[in-house]
Structures are given as structure tokens and as C-alpha cells.
């Protein structure tokens, strides 16, 4: 971005894309923007609700390998 807003992108083919802050104003109201794609994944916290929860295996992950477990064995 610049000072006055502008944000700079690049397509794949290389492409340098120029977005300019009143186009990207317009666009927050636009319904195109507040629907989300058809084939999103649900990633918990990023495009879904976090989960109150870890999953299990993560949680106890870290339990197995942890420093207090080589110390006390």
C-alpha cells in the first residue's frame, strides 16, 4: 500500500493490478464481497468460528513430548 491508499497486487500471469482507496471503499458495500466462495473450506478462525476446543490430538501432542516428561523419567 501507499500513504494515499493505493494497494498493489500481482496476478499469477504477472500482472500488476492497481487498486486505488475509492475503488476499494465502493467495493466493501458490494453483496459480491460479504459472500463467500462456494468451495471454501472450513478452517476453524480463519474462514469458520474457532472452536472453544483444540482437537484432541493436538492437545495431548504436546503433552507426550513435553521437556517435565524427559526430566521426570
Same mark, same amino acid.
Given at each position: +500500500?501507499?500513504?494515499g491508499g493505493?494497494?498493489?497486487?500481482?496476478? #499469477? =500471469?504477472? *500482472?500488476?493490478?492497481?487498486? %486505488?482507496?475509492?475503488?476499494?471503499?465502493?467495493?466493501?458495500?458490494?453483496?459480491? +464481497?460479504?459472500?463467500?466462495?462456494?468451495?471454501?473450506?472450513?478452517? #476453524? =478462525?480463519? *474462514?469458520?468460528?474457532?472452536? %472453544?476446543?483444540?482437537?484432541?490430538?493436538?492437545?495431548?501432542?504436546h503433552l507426550?513430548n513435553s521437556?517435565?516428561?524427559?526430566?521426570?523419567?
Amino acid at each position: +500500500t501507499t500513504p494515499g491508499g493505493t494497494l498493489f497486487s500481482t496476478t #499469477p =500471469g504477472g *500482472t500488476r493490478i492497481i487498486y %486505488d482507496r475509492k475503488f476499494l471503499m465502493e467495493c466493501r458495500n458490494s453483496p459480491v +464481497t460479504k459472500t463467500p466462495p462456494k468451495d471454501l473450506p472450513a478452517i #476453524p =478462525g480463519v *474462514t469458520s468460528p474457532s472452536s %472453544d476446543e483444540p482437537p484432541t490430538e493436538a492437545s495431548q501432542s504436546h503433552l507426550r513430548n513435553s521437556p517435565e516428561d524427559k526430566r521426570a523419567g
